[in-house]
């Protein structure tokens, strides 16, 4: 737990405290954050005392000074969590995109980071299957049933912790995408089947606003007509409870 002098709440630090505890790496970093403050560009909250170290600032702030100098210190790289974002994908195959030579790593001190050049590259030849599908609302299995279907051709790669694989297609083939985007929009919609006690409500309120009468054999309820009229089997009016009711209910006042 940081001390009181330190630590505000949970989302503020003191300048102090983020320069002595690793927060940026080098001297030049630490001048770059504390010159920011000083123009304005980024807005203390408050101070615990006179001096600079007690300055008060939002953990965000910092933390996003903090990745842009680090972007541009480590030779404008992602980190492995970063690039996942942009691309759109699980950074469990970031390792296979390394070793196949899609995406370029650099070794630092705190694991590899990988670069800008690399992962914009990549991103304007190929596209997350599962981005596509999140854009026009289905899955990426059923997305890649699609692109089957129609030779569209595309690379799947493992992700690991038993995890489907994730596939990425071309960029090329974005028109063709786009065709496939319609057609699936503009496919019918298979209609929900309404519950057995929907149905059965829906048909006692149908005989009731017409005046037509509840189907009868013998004097009693017809239950096989009126399960068929229902859409469902007729042991619903014998095994289901609120099914039972409702038809004795209706029975009754009818």
Not at 38 to 53: A, E, H, L, S, T
């Amino acid at each position: 737990m940081l001390p009181a002098t330190e630590c505000i709440n949970n989302e503020v630090l003191t300048l102090g405290y983020i320069l002595r505890n690793g927060h940026f790496g080098n001297s030049v970093a630490k001048g770059e954050l504390i010159a920011s403050i000083m123009d304005g560009k980024i807005k203390p909250v408050g101070r615990i005392g006179g001096q600079i170290q007690d300055i008060i600032l939002q953990k965000s702030d910092s933390a996003a000074f903090w990745k842009k100098t680090r972007f541009i210190a480590e030779g404008k790289t992602f980190s492995p969590a970063e690039a996942a974002t942009h691309l759109h994908c699980d950074p469990t195959i970031l390792g296979a995109l390394i070793k196949e030579g899609s995406l370029q790593a650099i070794q630092v001190p705190a694991g590899i980071r990988l670069t800008e050049k690399s992962v914009m590259e990549f991103g304007t030849k190929f596209v997350s299957v599962a981005k596509l599908a999140k854009k026009i609302g289905t899955s990426s299995r059923k997305l890649q049933r699609e692109l089957l279907k129609r030779d569209i051709q595309f690379t799947k790669y493992e992700r690991g912790y038993g995890k489907s694989d994730q596939a990425f297609v071309s960029a090329m083939d974005e028109a063709r995408l786009d065709e496939i985007f319609q057609t699936m929009r503009s496919a019918p919609q298979i209609p929900v089947r309404p519950s057995a006690i929907t149905a059965l409500k829906q048909f006692l309120t149908n005989l009731k606003e017409t005046g037509a009468p509840l189907p009868r054999r013998g004097g009693k309820p017809n239950k096989r007509a009126i399960a068929k009229a229902c859409g469902f089997d007729r042991n619903m009016l014998y095994t289901n409870f609120e099914a039972v009711k409702l038809l004795n209910l209706y029975d009754t006042e009818d």
